[in-house]
């Protein structure tokens, strides 16, 4: 019996039973399955179809590693994790591409999402925190590819973030204020970066009591604050209807009285909400942005906001208005999470906005002030302190 076989056949026998889904009840299920097995084979037969039914199946122990972020799965022999911000190759191995499949689909499944050949890729969080993206053939070419974003178990200080070099202790210092004095923000870098982890450890800072509503489509922020109001976007069912989109969702967290609005990833019409949010008295706002470089958030924003019908001269307009600091992330040497640049809004006689370093990075990775610096000096109150004391 294969060890499809075998876990369909166990599968079967614990909801005919009404067992929990464990260790115990599967290995009495297995072993009622295949009773002629030997110890070693049976410990075998026991380990596979765990594989198939409990948590992250051969994937586990990885998840269970707290220097990984990041599993990778990209065919049943090629499974790479991210530790410590670099990538490995593991030696942890699936079956064959069923095997791979079938993690995916009961992961998803879990999360009530839908993933066969009708909808072929998913991507949802599961019940402890881990998002997954899982895509199958024919889409993915070579097989099922599996993707695993690991929530950290804790969250971040500044103070742990200066000592893992994303930022020194002076651009930690402008971080603080900017939260202290309520200015609203856009964190920018491309994927894998650290914009989560940044803005969590950023609203870790907001005054205790405040009400800070955040807005995402998987949960991943986990602030340390003290009043929190999640909302979760929703996709449409397989009749395709129920959908919450985030623009849908900043609506409504606008009538709940947030002190601090966070759209944990702006990506489409929210966009337009969000800018008219901050415009109309929501100070403190803020959220990530997926741009290559501080200065391409204006375009970025235009594509998303006119998409969403908002003209460009509006959206210009707005952004400018609305935002009063970037920070970008980018990876540096070695791969190394760091804070790249500080930038400040500024709208120029032609009515669009652009940004303007106000603390950068140079080759050498050192800060120091740009030509906006000023400008950043006299929103967090300064005075004549000077760029990288």
Not at 316 to 345: E, K, M, T, Y
Not at 358 to 372: D, F, H, L, S
Request: with cysteine; net charge neutral; aromatic share 2%.
């Amino acid at each position: 019996m294969s060890s499809a076989d075998l876990a369909a056949s166990v599968r079967e026998r614990l909801v005919r039973d009404g067992a929990e889904v464990s260790r115990t009840s599967v290995a009495s299920a297995v072993r009622a399955a295949s009773a002629l097995a030997g110890d070693a084979g049976m410990l075998r037969r026991v380990e596979l179809v765990e594989s198939e039914l409990v948590g992250l199946g051969v994937l586990q122990p990885l998840a269970d590693d707290p220097d990984v972020t990041d599993i990778l799965v990209n065919g049943p022999d090629q499974v790479w994790v991210e530790r410590r911000g670099r990538l490995e190759r593991t030696a942890v191995t699936f079956a064959d591409r069923g095997a791979v499949r079938r993690l995916g689909q009961r992961l998803a499944a879990g999360a009530g999402r839908r993933l066969d050949e009708a909808q072929p890729w998913t991507d949802v969080r599961l019940a402890d925190g881990v998002r997954l993206h899982a895509v199958l053939a024919p889409i993915a070419t070579d097989g099922p590819v599996l993707s695993l974003r690991l929530p950290r178990r804790s969250g971040f200080t500044l103070a742990e973030l200066v000592s893992a070099g994303m930022f020194p202790e002076f651009v930690s210092r402008l971080l603080g204020e900017l939260v202290a004095r309520r200015h609203s923000f856009l964190v920018t870098g491309g994927t894998g970066t650290g914009k989560t982890t940044l803005l969590s450890t950023l609203l870790g800072l907001c005054p205790p009591g405040e009400r800070v509503v955040l807005v995402e489509d998987l949960g991943e922020l986990r602030p340390p604050s003290d009043h929190v109001v999640r909302l979760e976007a929703r996709p449409p069912n397989v009749e395709g209807a129920g959908r919450v989109s985030l623009a849908d969702l900043v609506r409504q967290a606008l009538r709940m009285r947030p002190d601090r609005l966070v759209v944990g990833e702006v990506r489409g019409a929210e966009v337009v909400d969000l800018l008219a949010a901050l415009n109309t008295g929501h100070e403190g706002g803020c959220g990530t942005v997926h741009a290559g470089s501080a200065q391409a958030l204006p375009a970025r924003i235009e594509a998303l906001a006119t998409a969403a019908g908002l003209g460009r001269a509006a959206a210009h307009s707005q952004l400018a208005a609305a935002v009063d600091v970037v920070v970008h992330l980018d990876r540096g040497p070695g791969g190394r999470r760091r804070v790249a640049c500080l930038g400040v809004l500024r709208q120029g006689l032609d009515g669009l906005a652009s940004v303007v370093d106000a603390v950068g990075v140079t080759a050498e990775g050192n800060y120091q002030p740009g030509e906006g610096w000023d400008r950043l000096s006299s929103l967090l109150g300064l005075g004549d302190v000077v760029a990288g004391a």
